[in-house]
């Protein structure tokens, strides 16, 4: 959950929404965003005109890292949180329902969600490290 999330009171929401469609919760951790953190857990985007603007953002406020399970979480969980641009975001998903443009340089869409096996086990490792 993105700082947008955290400050709006839609933490409960959104783990409510992922554990109805049935999937576990297994690990939850309420933290503070550095530079340093954003830089490897967005690092496919360095260099891009809205990375500046999305570290800034990530850095705003307390964010939640959740670990979740279940078969095909990465790709139901991205079917839940609906597209990047909550504008165009389906109604019924997380993005859609929740979130809209604020005309900020940096779309503000509640969550984020691993993309494939290797990313969630990239973000699990800087989010939850040993
Ligand atoms: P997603 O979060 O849907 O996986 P992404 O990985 O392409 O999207 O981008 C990461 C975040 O960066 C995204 O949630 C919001 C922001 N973002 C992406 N593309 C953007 C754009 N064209 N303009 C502004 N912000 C953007
Ligand atoms: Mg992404």
Do not use: C, W
């Not at 929404?17 to 309420?30: H, N």
């Not at 670990?67 to 991205?78: C, K, L, P, Q, T």
């Not at 109604?91 to 809209?100: E, M, V, W, Y």
């Not at 900020?104 to 509640?110: E, H, L």
């Amino acid at each position: 959950m993105k700082p947008d999330g955290v400050r709006r009171g839609l933490v409960g929401e959104v783990i409510a929404r992922v554990e109805t469609k049935g999937y576990s919760i297994d690990a939850l951790r309420m933290l503070n965003a550095d530079r340093a953190l954003l830089e490897r857990h967005y690092a496919e985007h360095i260099g891009k005109p809205f990375y500046e603007p999305l570290v800034e953002f990530m850095m705003s406020g307390p964010i939640v890292a959740i670990i979740a399970s279940g078969n095909r979480v990465i790709e139901g969980f991205r079917s839940l949180a609906g597209v990047t641009d909550p504008t165009v975001a389906a109604p019924g998903t997380i993005r859609g329902d929740l979130a809209r443009d604020q005309g900020t340089q940096v779309v503000q869409n509640i969550v984020h969600g691993s993309d494939s096996p290797e990313s969630a086990a990239r973000e699990i490792e800087i989010f939850f490290p040993k």
